[in-house]
């Protein structure tokens, strides 16, 4: 029996396959980075508290990968790489920003919400 599967589950699959980076908490630290101008690796590693190099390597990748950042390397001594927003990825500022400026807002009703919470788990 083949299974269907329905148009908003559909939708989802396509939000979510997009948002699966675009989510992870390094990627908006490093995308609102990039927002400002071009940076070297290194400096992008100096700015992002607690992100290995190894994950920074990870997450840069997967930026270049779906069209939102560029690399650039120069034949230097040590080598030099710049990454930048692409025009795709300059329009994914303003809604991280967005976002961001949501989330900041309403930090206290979050927190008060895990007050309540706690406080009711505690209570069972």
């Known amino acids: 029996m083949k299974q269907t599967v329905s ?9 979510n396959d997009v948002i699966a980076l675009i989510g ?3 990627t908006v630290h490093i995308v609102m980075l ?12 100096r700015q ?3 992100i290995s190099r190894k994950m920074l390597t990870v997450t840069l990748r997967g930026l270049e990968r779906d069209g939102y ?4 390397v120069y034949a ?7 990454y930048a927003l692409t025009p795709f990825g300059c329009e994914l500022v303003g809604p991280l920003r967005a976002l961001g400026d ?5 930090q206290p009703r979050v927190i008060a919400a895990r007050v309540a919470y706690d406080r009711r788990d505690l209570a069972a």
Do not use: E
Not at 7 to 15: E, L, S
Not at 76 to 82: I, S
């Open 34 to 45: 990039l927002a400002s101008g071009t940076q070297r690796f290194s400096d992008i590693q």
């Open 7 to 15: 148009a908003p589950t559909h939708t989802c699959r396509k939000a």
């Open 76 to 82: 230097t001594v040590p080598p030099r790489v710049d």
């Open 102 to 106: 949501w989330a900041i807002a309403n």
């Open 24 to 26: 992870d908490k390094w």
């Open 69 to 72: 950042v560029t690399r650039t």
């Open 48 to 50: 992002v508290d607690g």
